[in-house]
């Protein structure tokens, strides 16, 4: 326990609208404007807050979107970009405190248990100085929550935003989970959510005030710790170590217009194979199943999966697989609008059992083959180098989809095109 903030030290951070806030930051002219992302998939990815106070939401297609907002910007989406920020972000909240949590691309949870005196603040001058921070230096509004346990550190954050902040200690907390409804509960999801509203269970505070044994015989495990976590008590640890061992891996994309060329469809299948692999490398696994999807315009589809020759992140060894499976699903004469390729039976590399008889220089030929490969695109973009058969890409039409962002489009002083995949990061300003 610290001795300056006792128990009252786990921190939510939660980046305010932060795809649509990073576009936002990146382009000072967009501030105050209603933005979202999602141009390349034809749906709303996110949305600012100007945006959602027009009735914009997460998911609505675009043409619904202009209905209820005709000023809307819409940009595509600049994953990259956001990946950055989502890094400087955390390195930020690192100043804080070395615990840190990376939750998802724009969360994380902290603890600051046992920092107290050096950082020589009350929480609330923490909270703050920790959202004037990120503001001041990256150009994005955050909101924070500081209280007991994660569950409760989420309450907090989300209950003052955008751009503000919640610090729960014990002898509050029945205040907060009494203006709380179940369904907003962390851990809880909709079937869960039912169950209890249907016992006449309204907010968080009524949860509670269940009794232990009958919590554990409704929602069993899981909702008993959430439970515990509402009372104080900590049962979810910080996760401080980057996730090392993953169970499958997909990539999908779904482009525009929608072909029958069955050519196209089939590099459109390569390029997420060899978005798949190159993330299962840079996770350092090997795979040993291989599943393909075709969707069609009107997004039913049908898919198949194979197993692979053996335990492989090499794209060569896939490559025949997706083939065959691709000739088994595709239906000449039927519109394509989306494939998706999906590893399974996952192994860390370095747990690959050994096989007696195989043969080592093959298989160290093309482990070269794709470091190299993997350190070109790193460099210059995802795509540079890439199998023959993606050439095929070039048949599909252009649509207003494939639009770039506009760090692909603004040269530099001196630039003929944009030959390295560096977002271009504007000077910071006020938020």
């Not at 999906?342 to 096989?355: A, K, M, N, S, T």
């Amino acid at each position: 326990m610290d001795p300056i903030y006792h128990d009252c030290t786990i921190l939510h951070v939660d980046a305010d609208g932060f795809f649509a806030g990073v576009e936002q930051a990146l382009n000072p002219a967009l501030r105050g404007r209603p933005v979202v992302t999602g141009a390349e998939r034809g749906i709303i990815a996110a949305a600012s807050y100007e945006a959602k106070a027009a009735g914009v939401r997460r998911g609505l297609q675009l043409h619904e979107a202009k209905a209820l907002c005709p000023e809307l910007v819409v940009l595509p989406s600049d994953y990259e970009a956001y990946s950055l920020y989502s890094q400087r972000l955390f390195a930020i909240l690192r100043r804080f405190t070395p615990n840190v949590e990376e939750y998802s691309i724009d969360e994380a949870f902290a603890d600051l248990g046992g920092c107290g005196q050096a950082l020589g603040l009350p929480l609330e001058a923490v909270a703050a100085r920790l959202r004037e921070t990120v503001a001041g230096e990256m150009g994005l509004t955050v909101s924070v929550g500081i209280s007991l346990t994660k569950t409760l550190a989420k309450l907090c954050s989300k209950f003052r935003k955008p751009n503000g902040q919640t610090i729960l200690k014990r002898e509050h907390v029945p205040l907060l989970l009494g203006r709380t409804p179940v369904a907003k509960v962390w851990g809880l999801g909709p079937a869960s959510a039912a169950k209890l509203q249907a016992l006449g269970v309204a907010s968080a505070l009524d949860y509670t005030r269940l009794d232990e044994s009958a919590v554990r015989k409704l929602l069993h495990k899981p909702g008993h710790e959430t439970w515990s976590e509402l009372h104080g008590r900590r049962v979810f640890r910080l996760e401080l170590e980057p996730k090392l061992r993953y169970d499958s891996m997909m990539k999908g994309h779904t482009f525009s217009p929608p072909s029958d060329d069955a050519r196209l469809v089939f590099a459109e299948a390569v390029r997420n194979l060899t978005a798949a692999f190159a993330k299962l490398r840079r996770h350092r696994h090997v795979a040993k199943e291989i599943g393909l999807c075709l969707r069609l315009k009107d997004y039913t589809g049908q898919g198949a999966a194979a197993t692979l020759p053996r335990l492989t992140a090499h794209d060569g060894d896939a490559v025949p697989l997706v083939r065959t499976l691709f000739d088994r699903l595709f239906a000449p004469g039927q519109l394509y609008r989306s494939t998706l390729v999906w590893l399974g039976g996952l192994v860390p590399e370095h747990q690959r059992q050994l096989d007696l008889f195989e043969d080592t220089p093959a298989r160290q030929e093309p482990s070269k083959l794709d470091l190299a490969v993997d350190r070109i695109n790193s460099r210059y973009g995802q795509g540079t180098v890439a199998p023959a058969a993606m050439l095929d890409l070039r048949l599909k039409a252009w649509h207003p989809r494939d639009e770039k962002p506009e760090r692909f489009r603004t040269l530099l002083k001196g630039e003929s095109a944009r030959h390295l995949a560096i977002p271009r990061l504007t000077l910071t300003n006020p938020v």
